[in-house]
């Protein structure tokens, strides 16, 4: 995948974009149609493509596999809103990441932040474990990579920043001045901020990837991931495994994404400026014990936001430890009436989950604790619902939570009936 021992060299990168965000995000990779004009691409189920004479299609296309319409254009408005020359769409983030492992040779190491997605965990503890991959975990990569590297075996450093769940960010260009010295490629997970708020090849990363069934979709109704980067030589590689491998979305999904991501400039912003007003009302909260957030000051890596995020937003995912324990968590999930108890993020619609059960159950509790996953976590994803109500519904659902359970037990205690039937 990289050369090693000698340094990386950034590959050129495409000129500055004409236009702005939202412009691009409406145009780019969404030509009229040359014989009806319509202004909306038609969505190209055929899989496969007539040819002339043999060996020589008609257009571009021999089978749905190797390329699509519909994955052309999502893939080019990708590259541009990433900044980038090159953009592959795989089925879903997890295949992303699984191709990208798979381009490494058995033999290979990786370091990873300890505090990632647990599927990614999963895959890479699981799946690239059992096929001579091996990872190491560092709770602070910044301070740790140079140690952490091991020559001739390093050939990945791994960021999500922020993390999930913790919001942790990393400062993608320390980390990348280093790893590029030793010709590693640094991978940066972009999927909790979205190429709105951060562009990660804009700060030294060689691959920003994401799970398109979040932000970018923005409806949670598509399943599916993407990577962007400028390296011809690691586009010939990646664009041989999708093509290999298959792991390739529905023209279907791709259109739907693409219309997702239209609008995706106007959702991360309304969903950053909720999140911003729950995490502060939780900050304020005594049921609280502690918020993490990178658009609010008290987050320890607020000076990073500034510099990598779009007008140093937060972005709209945030953390919190609920006083009351693991009980008062599953509480709060099941006491919102606005946020809806679910996985995934990144929607329209807000959700709400314990990560310890659900989303990272499959980690070890040690490693979850030593990344900061307490059983009394709880993780929201802002929605782009009114922020009022957001706030109200979070406020609410502490005091059922957290207050509710003394009250009661206080009750019960004197022979008093409990009302509203939750338990300490």
């Known amino acids: 995948m990289t050369q090693y021992n000698k340094p990386i060299a950034t ?11 939202g412009t691009l995000a409406v145009h780019a990779g969404a030509p009229h149609d040359p014989t009806t004009g319509a202004v909306i691409p038609a969505i190209s189920l055929s899989t496969t493509f007539a040819q002339k004479a043999v060996g020589s299609p008609v257009g571009l296309y021999e089978y749905t596999r190797s390329s699509n319409p519909n994955r052309d254009n999502f893939e080019q408005a990708i590259a541009a809103l990433e900044h980038a020359e090159y953009a592959l769409a795989f089925s879903s983030g997890s295949a992303t990441t699984a191709i990208i492992l798979q381009s490494l040779a058995a033999g290979s190491h990786v370091v990873s932040v300890s505090d990632v997605y647990g599927g990614t965990h999963r895959y890479f503890t699981k799946v690239a474990k059992a096929h001579g991959v091996q990872v190491t975990f560092s709770p602070s990569i910044e301070v740790d990579i140079a140690e952490l590297i091991r020559p001739n075996e390093t050939k990945l450093i791994w ?10 960010l990393v400062d993608i260009r320390a980390v990348a001045s280093v790893a590029h010295q030793h010709g590693i490629m640094v991978v940066v997970d972009n999927t909790f901020l979205s190429p709105y708020i951060q562009n990660p090849l804009e700060h030294g990363a060689d691959i920003v990837i994401h799970s398109v069934t979040k932000y970018i979709n923005g409806h949670s109704d598509v399943l599916m991931g993407v990577a962007a980067f400028n390296s011809p030589s690691l586009n010939e590689r990646l664009v041989f495994l999708q093509n290999a491998i298959g792991a390739v979305p529905s023209p279907f999904d791709c259109w739907l994404a693409q219309r997702g991501l239209k609008t995706l400039h106007l959702r991360a912003r309304e969903a950053s400026v ?27 890596q607020r000076k990073i936001a500034i510099k990598q995020h779009r007008e140093g937003m937060g972005g709209g ?53 030593a990344a900061g996953v307490f059983d009394d976590l709880v993780r929201l994803s802002c929605g782009i619902e009114d922020k009022d109500d957001l706030k109200t519904d979070v406020l609410r659902a502490l005091e059922v939570a957290v207050i509710g359970p003394k009250i009661n037990g206080f009750a019960e205690a004197n022979g008093a009936t409990s009302t509203n039937g939750v338990k300490a």
Request: some cysteine; charged content about 15%.
């Open 11 to 21: 590959p050129p990168r495409p000129a500055s974009p004409v236009h702005g965000f």
């Open 159 to 168: 960021i999500e920043s922020p993390s999930n769940p913790t919001l942790s």
């Open 274 to 300: 909720n999140a911003l007003t729950v995490a502060k009302a939780l900050e304020a909260s005594p049921n609280v014990i502690s918020v993490n957030y990178p658009g609010i000051d008290s987050h320890a």
């Open 317 to 369: 995912m945030l953390s919190f430890r609920v006083k009351g324990g693991k009980q008062a968590a599953e509480r709060f999930c099941q006491a919102t009436q606005v946020f809806t108890l679910a996985e995934s993020l990144g929607g329209i619609e807000s959700l709400v989950e314990v990560p310890s059960s659900m989303t990272h159950a499959g980690i070890p509790q040690d490693q979850r604790e």
